[in-house]
């Protein structure tokens, strides 16, 4: 691979993507930017071109965490500064890992001089490497909750607290920072997509001509890497200039009070959560002036504002796709186009109120798009699902049995008759918080927010010796296996005397997620749309929580003559939840055939993902149709799953004066445990009694 970085003004398009790292680049206050689009957009080489356009900086010879010569970090690790040296580098580019831990992040102890020389020593870690440069992050939405949470809280506050291992360090940590992901992939937490800036969505060009530019520019600089920079040098050298010279403008540009009360009705208007909005609009608005080469912010600067900075804020609940109305922003905007007929107490004619739109960036950071600005908000608002009135169920679907401990079976006749009409879809209702269903034992899997799990984060709760490679390193416990032994090694000196049979790691216990299989019954069984409308509810309300534990899901869906897969195991919750929303129903009730087919997917994930624990969760009534011998053949299918172990979760559907029993002891045969949709709210019932499955449950945190 070339070390020659593929021009930033070579890209073809991306015109919002462009403005909003180039923004950023002008002025890192206004808080990083967010590229959500599908795989080979050109996301990550636009975000590595990016650094070859930033200023280089003076540093402080010697110093580990970048200080500015003019103005060293008083806290500095490795201050203070007094007559130190300077040189001058090119700015940092510092790109993350997905499976980074937290230590090489923040930093943490230098084991190598603390064992060897007996001293307390720190040991920067990326975010002291990234310092006035800019930190990348691919595929964001694949790190752990807990390494995001650290990352964004870093660059809010510009600094990094590190409290570890008997280490107290605090450094300065400005950057520039920029995160791509893939929406297939999974999505951010509403509460981490608010913490980045701008937001920018980009899908390839499907203009013929533009898409046979890219491959021709590709082609091209794949044969010669260091020739096809050069015919763009010129371009990305006014490029640079054009940033250096908005980033001396920017502190001398005016936000009015008639763009202030814009931007604050705006962020009004579109009901955002908190504050953060309005103040990154108001940045964003003059870094685009300063872009632009303005000392006043427009109207066009705050309408260009809006449509980066509010998109990925519109989202009330996970299962919303970004987007932003533009007929409702122009109507606002032409609203406040004028100042108020009287100023607050104390206040004066608008003028200098705030010119400072916050602080000064000492980072580098390259902002400015191209003038034009981004073409177009987000995407639109999903419309209501629609529904009509459901068709009659199949025969055999609400079967009488009052008086009965077994299911009406239909007799079987000489001829197949015509197959039940198949209802349309029906819309879910509101999800709502569920209880917790976790997975009993200690598992190994993937950080998340489920089940109990020994995990690379969480809190030590003990020391073993290495189980493999040495990783995390319990040096309170290594030391105490060594100490005893010191005089028998013959110990001078400072140092300790180690022997492998000494080193201890630490062991960690969390919470992990999980793969979440959903098998829902559409049969005719569960028809009736007031009835499929609070099912569907109670499976949204079931995927939402699995989004917020960061659980994987698939969707299993039996109805008919056989069970389909509708959602392969994936990451992405929003796919399962509209997957629901278009789920028909109707037909038989072959609940084995649903059954064996979880049973096959649950068995094909073991081999993908064997530290990844299952949690079957079975929606349905328990009716099993489809000959004579169907329920006892579902009943067959439900001993695989006790036989494995496998913790499942049956979501009791049945309704009507008379009731069967059935899900209840579907439940028994799976070994798991039968909930109704009443008691799958926390407030339903006080409490559920615990028994000793392989499910438990408990209220929800």
């Known amino acids: 691979m070339s070390d020659v970085r593929y021009p930033f003004t070579a890209i073809v398009g991306m015109t919002d993507l462009r403005l909003g790292l180039l923004l950023n680049a002008v002025s890192p206050a206004v808080g990083g930017v967010l590229v959500r689009g599908e795989k080979g957009t050109a996301k990550s080489t636009m975000v590595r071109a990016l650094a070859g356009l930033l200023p280089s900086l003076a540093a402080v010879d010697g110093c580990r965490f970048a200080c500015d010569p003019s103005a060293p970090d008083p806290q500095c690790p490795d201050g203070p500064h007094l007559d130190a040296g300077s040189h001058r580098r090119p700015s940092e580019l510092v790109e993350l890992p997905v499976g980074v831990a937290e230590d090489r992040i923040v930093g943490s102890l230098d084991l190598e ?153 705006v962020c009004a208007a579109f009901e955002v959560d908190g504050l953060r909005a309005d103040i990154v609009m108001a940045r964003t608005a003059v870094a685009l002036a300063a872009w632009d080469g303005r000392t006043e912010v427009l109207e066009e600067d705050v309408r260009k504002a809006a449509r980066l900075a509010l998109p990925h804020r519109r989202r009330r609940n996970p299962f919303d796709a970004p987007g932003l109305d533009e007929e409702r922003l122009d109507r606002t905007l032409e609203e406040h186009t004028q100042p108020e007929d009287h100023e607050p107490e104390g206040g004066g004619n608008g003028e200098g109120q705030g010119d400072g739109d916050g602080p000064e960036d000492d980072g580098p950071g390259p902002d400015g798009g191209p003038g034009d600005g981004p073409d177009g908000g987000g995407a639109p608002e999903p419309s209501d699902a629609g529904f009509s009135d459901a068709g009659p169920p199949d025969a055999g679907s609400e079967a009488s049995a009052a008086g009965t401990e077994q299911p009406a079976q239909q007799p079987v006749p000489a001829q197949h008759p015509a197959p039940a009409r198949e209802s349309a879809p029906v819309a879910a209702g509101d999800p709502y918080r569920t209880r917790l269903f976790t997975v009993q034992g200690t598992g190994h899997g993937a950080q998340g927010r489920r089940s109990p799990a020994e995990t690379a984060g969480g809190h030590t709760v003990r020391a073993r010796r290495p189980q493999g490679t040495l990783s995390r390193l319990h040096l309170t416990a290594t030391l105490q296996a060594a100490a005893p032994h010191q005089a028998a090694r013959g110990r001078t000196g400072r140092a300790l005397v180690l022997h492998k049979d000494d080193f201890r790691e630490q062991v960690r216990q969390g919470r992990e997620s999980n793969l979440v299989l959903f098998v829902v019954d559409a049969s005719g069984s569960m028809a009736a749309r007031q009835r499929m409308t609070a099912v569907k509810g109670a499976v949204l309300s079931l995927l939402m929580d699995a989004y917020q534990r960061r659980d994987k899901i698939g969707m299993i869906t039996f109805r008919g003559a056989d069970a389909e897969l509708a959602l392969p195991p994936t990451s992405s919750v929003e796919v399962g939840a509209a997957r629901l929303e278009s789920l028909p129903t109707g037909g038989r009730t072959p609940l084995a055939a649903g059954l064996l087919r979880a049973h096959e997917v649950l068995r094909v994930e073991r081999l993908r993902d064997p530290s990844r624990r299952p949690l079957l969760v079975v929606v349905t009534d328990g009716r099993a149709t489809g000959g004579r011998d169907a329920l006892a053949r579902s009943q067959r299918a439900a001993g695989l799953f006790a036989a494995q172990g496998t913790a499942s979760v049956v979501l009791d559907c049945e309704s009507g004066p008379v009731r069967l029993g059935l899900a209840r002891t579907l439940a028994g045969l799976l070994g798991g445990t039968a909930v109704s949709l009443d008691e799958l709210r926390p407030e339903g019932v006080a409490s559920l009694v615990r028994e000793n499955r392989p499910t438990t449950m408990r209220k929800a945190a």
């Open 113 to 265: 001089r603390a064992l060897a020389e007996g001293v307390k020593a720190y040991e920067p870690g990326l975010l002291a490497k990234a310092h006035r440069g800019v930190l990348y992050i691919d595929e964001v939405n694949l790190l752990q909750d807990h390494v995001v949470d650290l990352l964004l809280d870093a660059a809010a506050m510009g600094r990094s607290y590190v409290e570890r291992e008997g280490v107290s360090v605090r450094h300065a940590a400005r950057f520039l920072l920029v995160g791509t992901m893939n929406p297939e992939e999974g999505e951010l937490r509403p509460q981490l997509l608010d913490r980045f800036g701008l937001t920018v969505e980009i899908a390839a060009t499907r203009d013929p001509v533009e898409r046979a530019e890219v491959v021709r520019r590709r082609l091209a600089y794949d044969a010669d890497p260091a020739g096809f920079a050069a015919r763009f040098a010129e371009d990305e050298r006014a490029l640079a200039e054009r940033i250096t010279a908005a980033r001396e403008l920017l502190p001398k540009v005016e936000l009015s009070e008639v763009a202030l009360r814009q931007i604050t009705a």
